[in-house]
């Protein structure tokens, strides 16, 4: 069996050699003491690999600014779980209003378009990583006997906008009918649903005589 020093040298080297720009340079440059000790004092406990996750996930928050957190997992119940770890001194001694007002509405945002938070402090990971596994297992358990559905047979248009806003670029028909396993001709009704109503607009590329990708509006999101 793997050990965790070995799992995780190459769980990163694979998420360095993924990734270019500024995301390969944040996995190449920031200290990932607290990270680490998350995944190896509770992850591994919990789960004995790093399969599904990816460290510095980029999103898009409310203001269309990117944001990284600190891990995603793409859990097995069809939702995707963000973990943070929370220094006191960055989160809470040296924040201003500003920051704070910031970094509660983000996670109001991401809530709302269909990530589930999970915040862990810095200190209760490096000294107490026996109460964040139990509270984590705790979570975990209210989706254990929840089946998820093969395949999604109604679908609304604001579901789809959610989706677009997790992936945080310019979507096709395809990347919506893969996700909610729907055919082509169903999707297509929904994106010129979308499109009547100015919730999502083509984006022009090449000569432009092909619409092929699509961006969520400005202010979509007061919509859904």
């Known amino acids: 069996m793997m050990d965790f020093e070995q799992a995780y040298a190459e769980f990163m080297q694979n998420h360095i050699g993924r990734r270019s720009g500024e995301r390969r340079g944040r996995l190449i440059s920031r200290n990932f003491h607290g990270e680490k000790l998350f995944l190896q004092n509770i992850w591994w406990v919990l789960k004995g690999n790093l399969d599904n996750l990816h460290p510095e996930y980029e999103i898009m928050d409310w203001r269309s600014r990117s944001y990284f957190a600190d891990f995603a997992w793409k859990t097995p119940w069809n939702f995707t779980l963000l973990f943070e770890i929370k220094g006191f001194a960055k989160h809470i001694r040296d ?130």
């Open 95 to 224: 924040m201003d209003r500003n920051g704070f007002d910031n970094d509660s509405n983000r996670e109001l945002f991401l809530q709302g378009i269909g990530y589930r938070l999970i915040s862990l402090t810095y200190d209760n990971v490096a000294n107490r990583p026996e109460l964040c596994t139990t509270l984590l297992r705790l979570f975990f358990s209210q989706f254990q006997d929840v089946q998820v559905p093969e395949q999604v047979t109604q679908l609304g248009e604001k579901e789809v906008i959610k989706f677009a806003l997790r992936l945080a670029r310019p979507f096709r028909p395809i990347d919506v009918s893969r996700n909610f396993q729907i055919n082509y001709r169903t999707t297509m009704r929904i994106i010129r649903q979308l499109l009547a109503k100015g919730w999502i607009v083509p984006v022009i590329t090449g000569k432009g005589d092909r619409v092929v990708w699509y961006r969520v509006a400005d202010g979509a999101i007061h919509f859904i």
